[in-house]
């Protein structure tokens, strides 16, 4: 009980706090490169992103302080409270949001606007956290497991409503908290699995993928030959999976491809992965023929992710430099400076600088799941493994989608992305964690 | 905390680090392995920006801008830029356009550029527009003035000497010769614009510049590293006298007919007119085309350079050659005389003769100096027949080498493009024309100049430096130096001099002396100066003009060829004016008041009478109007003729093809 006596500030976690800095600061520096031209007279243009950005930081900071001085139990006893104001706001947004590029997901008070369906990711994971370390929550019974994915929907459905669907997306990372305290391994594997086989279908030719399935499917009987002897259940479970993906990405989307869905659906669905629509499809849908030539263009998540991928694949190994970006830096890549900041970071610093973003991200991450196991209340546990759960989903979407590899859906890049809404809330997320992290062999309750 | 729990915190990890892996999977081969997305990422973001430096400017002799580079501004927009609210009103009195005219322009930038990017709304401001835009231009937002170079000709003189520039066609970039040039590229089409377009043009710079998502340029790409810089052209000093290029073009207005002048020392060209002459400044900027399509079909062809394309019998001009000829290879004496009586009876056909009295062929600076045919005529023939060279043959391919080596026959070499080079007759082309039968009788006009010879005005004047000079020239030629350097590998073979076949000096004093007697008391008498020692010739040169194919007699060719003074010649001069008559009348004093205003910078009052008569003659004649649309007619014709008959050939052809393809499908069915 010797770290107790240290003083508040000695029990913070440094490295958690070095590694939100550095990702901070790379944010900067890379909005920065975007921004700057060579004719600016001063680096220093209020008008510009960056600078912007530089003052959301500091207001980050400050506000991280003030949650540094607040009392830890604050946090968990105020949970609820949190979560049924953050509900309330979400609700009022629906019907009083400002329409920005067709979503309502933003409240606009003056000329300040902020996104609620941001900050409501910490008071669900708060809200989450405080249900499941309850003493009387039984995390294994039906009804309380309902309970805990019932915290987690209501505000995506909310969100949804507003049509901000790739927000609202955001909310199921919260399963795999929930998997963590106790929810069955089906869900995992059967969730996981189906996103792998649906997007393995669009990405990956029919035939290669017919032939890994099997391949998989083969591998596991084998692996599992003496468990399958016996059971036939087993035998049955493996052949059935196999057979359901077989008749999923041979049969059912070939099918649907060709003959149920529209050209402009099928088109949609490719672009959306930044590829061009297979010639198999492609040929199905030659109906309407004069769409061709105005429709490419039009749509504007194809020309994202290409001019994205082109950004990101012309840095080669070691990039082009600091400010040498000429894809970034002339706008050619659409939202840069938020959603599609990465491709700056690709650009500019090359396959070497993706790699240690991707590291550090891997690092805090890490970090973070080793703070959530040693904890001795749950509560923080599991508002930890919430934490990185949402960097996870924001981290792994948001670079999978500017190199074609997930839909395009609007979420940021933690702390890097420009926007007060993004980094305020990522900067209090982690602040809360730190704080609570600090009064580790302390029970909350 | 429960054992499954615990193995969970492992599955969770195992997620993160296997999606990450997966994420730089896919980096590491778009980065690494896709170079086709670097290539895409050039393309699209470098934009190659060509920047032409000025061309070279042209000075004559006495540093006087002769050809220069002209800023004219166009009037760039970019109509997103332009607001809402927008005083169209001020705009348009500022151009003096109207309301209708202003939305025209600037929808057409639109629909051809988009919004985002510059376009040219008015190109070539006159200055008017340019200040009254320049004084409001701040209440104007979203247009600019932009520079731009145009070639321009202070005085509207020199036209053929200068040439013009004109973009470079898709013809021109296939050949191998404009490899360096691009579409768009404006070059020199003829004149020292064309022979010196390689030092005129300079180096024109490549800067690459970063461009955004709109294609506008930005900031330097690399900060410039890649770039070339612009080297300006260099300019060339002429030998020209501008201020004597435009007298001649004064004086030679409203004839048909060509001057040329050399400074005999260098061979410098001094002045040369072709005339009519036009402005150069009709063949630049906007106008361009238009103009030369109308100069073209002028009927008077002034686009034509006469001074060195247009080929003459040179008449009695040819005389001094002749003579000199003769007398060099030893067939006459200077002392030699012949009695005229008005005709040359001795090759059958009497050939006339101006003069009847007796004895003004009494010796060879007396027949010179009254141009007397039938002393050139027999002294020619006495040249071929000479018994050195041993028949007519060698005789006079004797005189085909004197001549040759005088510089006729070929191209001098001036450094302009196009020369014409004449016809010079040697044996051979008698023995093809006269079927190997002929003699010194047959073709005994060449003496007198007529005949088969043909001479350039250039190659005249040049054969006249050569007398100046007593036995050399060089290659006649317009640059003295290229960017103050006269000794420039361009103007390498104008340094050569160039010496005839062994004439000797008293050769050549017996001509002088006899040519001086010319203006003194022969034909030439009109072109006396007084202080200066002329020696001329006069000519007169019969010609046929061939139209529709019939060869019709024309008025005589006015032609004069002379070099003063004689001690330490300054200028040789050549004039020749189409259908004018006597050489005496029109070519000398021409020549005359040329070689006092070359010499003396002036002319004198007591010849004002002849300069204003020589200015204000109108010697072309209303028919060379109708024979050019005869010509023209007759071309037309020609040419339908010449695709009726190809078309008649392709279709005869057709027709054997299909007679062939009837016979062999008759006999595959017999053969079934």
């Known amino acids: ?445 | 905390m429960s054992n499954t729990a615990n193995s969970r915190q492992y599955v969770i990890s195992f997620i993160f680090i296997g999606i990450a892996a997966v994420i730089l999977l896919r980096l590491f081969f778009l980065q690494l392995f896709e170079d086709k997305y670097k290539v895409m990422a050039n393309d699209i973001a470098i934009y190659r920006k060509v920047v032409y430096p000025p061309r070279g400017i042209i000075y004559d002799r006495k540093n006087r801008v002769m050809l220069y580079n002209q800023v004219v501004y166009d009037l760039m927009v970019t109509p997103n830029n332009v607001p809402k609210v927008f005083d169209t009103v001020q705009f348009c009195n500022a151009l003096g356009i109207d309301k209708d005219t202003y939305g025209k322009l600037l929808n057409r930038i639109r629909v051809r550029n988009g919004g985002m990017r510059q376009g040219p709304y008015m190109e070539e401001l006159t200055p008017e527009q340019t200040a009254r835009f320049q004084e409001n231009a701040y209440i104007f937002p979203g247009y600019e003035l932009v520079e731009r170079n145009i070639r321009a000709y202070p005085s509207a003189s020199a036209g053929i000497i200068l040439g013009y520039i004109g973009e470079v066609s898709p013809e021109m970039l296939k050949t191998s010769r404009y490899a360096s040039y691009q579409q768009g590229d404006y070059l020199g089409m003829n004149g020292l614009e064309r022979s010196y377009e390689e030092v005129l043009r300079g180096q024109r710079g490549v800067h690459f510049l970063e461009r955004d998502n709109f294609n506008r340029p930005r900031e330097p790409f690399k900060g410039g590293a890649l770039d070339t810089q612009e080297v300006a052209g260099k300019s060339l000093q002429l030998y020209t006298d501008a201020e004597l290029q435009a007298y001649a073009e004064k004086l030679m207005q409203n004839k048909i007919g060509s001057v040329v002048a050399i400074d005999p020392k260098t061979g410098g060209i001094l002045a040369m007119v072709s005339s009519p002459s036009y402005d150069p400044n009709l063949l630049r900027g906007r106008e361009r085309a238009k103009n030369f399509s109308n100069l073209y079909k002028n009927a008077t062809h002034p686009l034509f350079n006469r001074a060195m394309q247009a080929t003459y019998q040179p008449g009695s001009t040819i005389k001094p050659m002749t003579g000199l000829v003769a007398l060099s290879v030893g067939a006459i004496v200077p002392s030699f005389g012949l009695a005229c009586f008005g005709h040359y009876n001795l090759c059958g056909r009497p050939i006339a003769c101006e003069h009847h009295d007796a004895g003004h062929a009494a010796n060879f600076r007396l027949a010179l100096a009254h141009s007397c045919n039938s002393y050139f005529c027999h002294i020619f023939r006495l040249t071929c027949d000479n018994p050195k060279a041993g028949g007519v043959k060698k005789g006079l391919q004797m005189w085909h080498d004197y001549f040759s080596s005088f510089g006729y026959g070929h191209a001098t070499g001036v450094d302009l493009p196009f020369e014409g080079k004449g016809l010079l007759p040697d044996s051979s082309y008698y023995n093809n024309r006269y079927h190997n039968v002929w003699n010194s009788c047959t073709i005994v006009f060449v003496g007198m100049g007529q005949g088969e010879l043909a001479l350039t005005p250039l190659q005249m004047a040049n054969g006249m430096c050569i007398i100046a000079n007593k036995g050399y020239y060089y290659t006649p030629h317009f640059v003295r130096s290229i960017g103050n350097n006269e000794k420039d590998t361009l103007l390498k073979s104008y340094l050569k001099k160039h010496i005839v076949t062994s004439v000797s000096d008293t050769t050549f004093s017996v001509i002088q002396q006899a040519m001086q007697d010319v203006v003194e008391s022969g034909t030439a008498i009109g072109a006396k100066i007084d202080g200066i020692t002329i020696c001329a010739k006069t000519g007169t040169a019969e010609n046929k003009a061939i139209v529709g194919g019939v060869a019709i007699k024309m008025a005589n060719h006015s032609m004069f060829v002379a070099f003063a003074p004689r001690e330490n010649p300054k200028i040789a001069i050549a004039v020749a004016i189409e259908n004018a008559g006597f050489g005496a009348t029109w070519a000398a004093p021409i020549a005359s008041l040329l070689i006092e205003k070359y010499l003396r910078d002036s002319v004198s009052v007591k010849r004002k009478a002849m300069e204003d008569k020589m200015i204000n003659a109108h010697l072309i004649n209303k028919y060379v109007y109708s024979i050019d649309s005869v010509q023209r007619m007759h071309f037309q014709e020609a040419y339908k003729a010449k695709m009726e008959k190809k078309m008649l050939e392709a279709s005869s052809k057709h027709y054997t093809d299909s007679v062939m393809l009837n016979r062999w499908l008759r006999n595959q069915l017999d053969n079934k």
């Open chain 1, 1 to 445: 009980m010797g770290a107790l006596r240290k003083s508040l500030f000695n029990r913070l976690d440094g490295i958690t706090i070095l590694l939100y800095v550095t990702l901070v600061t790379i944010g900067l520096f890379t909005i920065f490169s975007v921004e700057h031209r060579s004719t600016d007279p001063t680096i220093f243009i209020m008008s510009k992103t960056y600078m912007k950005q530089v003052i959301f930081f500091g207001i980050a900071l400050f506000i991280g302080l003030i949650i540094i001085l607040t009392e830890s139990k604050f946090f968990s006893s105020f949970a609820f409270l949190f979560y049924t104001m953050g509900l309330f706001i979400l609700f009022i947004t629906i019907f009083a949001g400002v329409d920005v590029k067709g979503s309502r997901s933003w409240l606009g008070i003056g000329s300040f606007r902020f996104q609620p369906g941001e900050v409501c990711k910490i008071f669900t994971a708060l809200a989450l956290a405080k249900f499941l370390s309850l003493p009387e929550t039984n995390f294994k019974t039906l009804k309380h497991r309902l309970v805990g994915v019932a915290i987690v929907l209501i505000p995506a459905a909310m969100i949804i409503l507003q049509k901000e669907t790739g927000l609202a997306l955001v909310y199921f990372c919260f399963f795999l908290v929930m998997y963590r305290e106790g929810l069955p391994n089906s869900v995992l594997i059967v969730g996981f699995s189906t996103i792998a086989l649906v997007l393995a279908t669009l990405l990956v030719d029919r035939k290669v993928l017919f032939i890994v399935l099997t391949a998989v499917a083969l591998i596991i009987g084998f692996l599992l030959r003496n468990n399958l002897r016996r059971n036939v259940i087993g035998i049955i479970l493996l052949v059935g999976i196999w057979g359901t993906s077989m008749l999923f990405s041979q049969v059912a989307v070939p099918f649907i491809f060709k003959h149920v869905l529209e050209k402009h659906q099928i088109d949609r669905i490719f672009s959306t992965i930044g590829m061009d629509v297979p010639d198999a499809y492609n040929k199905a849908a030659k109906g309407d023929e004069d769409e061709d030539n105005g429709g490419k263009k039009v749509n504007s998540s194809d020309y994202n992710v290409k001019q994205s991928k082109i950004a990101i694949g012309s840095g080669g190994f070691w990039g082009k430099g600091f400010l040498n970006g000429t894809s970034t830096k002339n706008e050619f890549v659409p939202e840069q400076n938020t959603d599609f900041i990465f491709c700056a970071i690709g650009e500019q610093f090359g396959f070497l600088g993706s790699l240690v973003l991707v590291g550090l991200y891997v690092t805090l991450m890490m970090r973070i799941i080793f703070i959530a196991e040693r904890q001795r209340s749950s509560f923080t546990r599991i508002y930890a493994y919430c934490v990185a759960s949402i960097l996870f989903f924001h981290f792994a979407v948001n670079i999978s989608m500017t190199i074609g590899l997930a839909p395009v859906i609007g979420i940021t890049l933690p702390f890097l992305s420009y926007g007060g809404s993004s980094l305020l809330s990522f900067s209090i997320l982690i602040f809360i964690l730190i704080r609570l992290d600090a009064d580790r062999q302390v029970l909350i309750r």
